[in-house]
């Protein structure tokens, strides 16, 4: 049985998120509002399909997805750029590769203990948030 990532998710902690939002090219006053905001997740699994609603107080992205089967991602809101993005199973992670312009983009999700952690990936920048269950 895999892991079970279904639930919702509060931010707790965030490492470079600023140097991952660098990568992207996001301008200096969105930044400045995104690096204070406390997003919260939903994560719906079954079997081999997702669904991942990430909330906040000023932008918000809806993404679903089966494990192995390409998908178009728009990246609306955020910074727009669209990827061709596959998430696979590495052992009990989950792995997104989202190949697009930006060079080593992705995320990667997986549970230690009561705690979701998400590694964000673009270029040579890795930010690294925890979540806890709401
Ligand atoms: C999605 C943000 C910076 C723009 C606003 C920040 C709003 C809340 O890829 C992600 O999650 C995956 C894995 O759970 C599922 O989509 C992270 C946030 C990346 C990039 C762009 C700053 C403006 C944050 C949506």
Not at 40 to 45: A, R
Not at 77 to 106: A, F, I, M, P, Y
Not at 120 to 126: D, I, S, T
Request: hydrophobic share 35%.
């Amino acid at each position: 049985m895999p892991v079970d990532f279904s639930g919702t998710w509060n931010l707790v902690c965030s490492d470079n998120f600023e140097g991952y939002m660098l990568a992207l090219g996001i301008d200096f006053a969105t930044r400045k509002i995104a690096k204070r905001l406390k997003p919260q997740k939903v994560i719906e699994q079954e079997g081999d399909s997702f669904s991942i609603q990430t909330t906040s107080a000023f932008r918000s992205y809806f993404v679903q997805f089966k494990i192995g089967e390409e998908f178009e991602e728009d990246n609306k809101g955020l910074d727009h750029r669209k990827c061709k993005s596959v998430v696979t199973w590495d052992n009990d992670k989950l792995v997104c590769v989202q190949t697009g312009d930006k060079k080593n983009r992705g995320w990667t999700h997986w549970i230690e203990g009561d705690q979701l952690y998400l590694e964000l990936c673009c270029e040579e920048q890795v930010c690294t948030q925890i979540y806890k269950s709401a």
